[in-house]
């Protein structure tokens, strides 16, 4: 079972960066797909990002702005999140599934989930 650790989270203002980070337990890379969810409270989870086989996929509202990388040594995966807006706001999950060779958007598609890390942008 692979365990996920997210750290990086905190508070930023408007137009600010944050660096998340999550580490596992044992190597994903050409075993699984790493994505980054988030959810705002009192809304369902979304999608942010994923890194798979098959490439990078990011969410339309954070397209050019958020940008993820590997550290394939470390087992960790960053997520660099610029020209933060306060509706980014939310706690933040990485998660890995068994999809290196696809991709998914999908939150059931992913099997395991880090205990997420809160990310605040005050206006």
């Known amino acids: 079972q692979v365990q996920l650790v997210e750290s990086g989270g905190g508070l930023v203002q408007a137009g600010g960066s944050l660096r998340l980070s999550c580490t596992a337990s044992e190597r994903t890379v050409n075993m699984y797909s790493v994505g980054w969810f988030r959810q705002a409270a009192g809304k369902e989870r979304e999608f942010v990002a994923t890194w798979s086989g098959v490439g990078t996929n990011y969410a339309d509202p954070v397209k050019g702005r958020f940008t993820m990388s590997r550290d394939n040594a470390k087992n960790t995966v960053h997520l660099q999140m610029n020209s933060l807006k306060p509706e980014d706001t939310a706690v933040y999950y990485c998660?890995?599934?068994?999809?290196?060779?696809?991709?998914?958007?999908?939150?059931?598609?992913?099997?395991?989930w880090g205990q997420g890390t809160q990310v605040t942008v005050a206006s």
């Open positions: 998660a890995a599934g068994r999809l290196w060779h696809t991709t998914s958007r999908a939150p059931r598609d992913y099997d395991y």
